[in-house]
């Protein structure tokens, strides 16, 4: 039994919700799922089949966008990896996620590592 004035009064207030909704015949019926599945046309191709080991550098780059809350509000972090060596070879912070942070994130990359062909 919950020792607050206010929890006590609101669960009579659910219990006569639910008494109301029984005496006029409704059935409570199951919560909708707070997720859906995406389609397959809107899912991503995985160019890598989840193997991330390589055998020379800058054959494939890894990107993860981290949100950061601070003082202030959010910050995102854009890290571009090297799976070979496991560097960060280019990353950005900036309020807003949107396109530019991984651009700009990439083009640092490219600029520490030079252009690189190929590279998935």
């Avoid at 919950?2 to 008494?19: G, I, L, Q």
């Avoid at 409704?26 to 899912?43: E, G, L």
Wanted: net charge positive.
């Amino acid at each position: 039994m919950p020792s607050c004035a206010w929890a006590t009064r609101s669960r009579s207030v659910t219990e006569r919700w639910s008494y109301s909704c029984s005496a006029q015949g409704w059935k409570a019926s199951a919560a909708a799922p707070k997720w859906r599945r995406a389609k397959p046309d809107q899912i991503a191709t995985d160019l890598v089949d989840r193997a991330f080991t390589r055998t020379a550098p800058n054959q494939l780059w890894i990107i993860d966008i981290t949100e950061h809350p601070t003082r202030e509000g959010k910050v995102y972090c854009c890290v571009v990896l090297d799976a070979y060596s496991r560097r960060v070879v280019g990353w950005l912070i900036d309020s807003t996620q949107t396109a530019t942070l991984v651009t700009s994130a990439l083009g640092m990359a490219i600029d520490n590592r030079g252009r690189v062909l190929g590279a998935v």
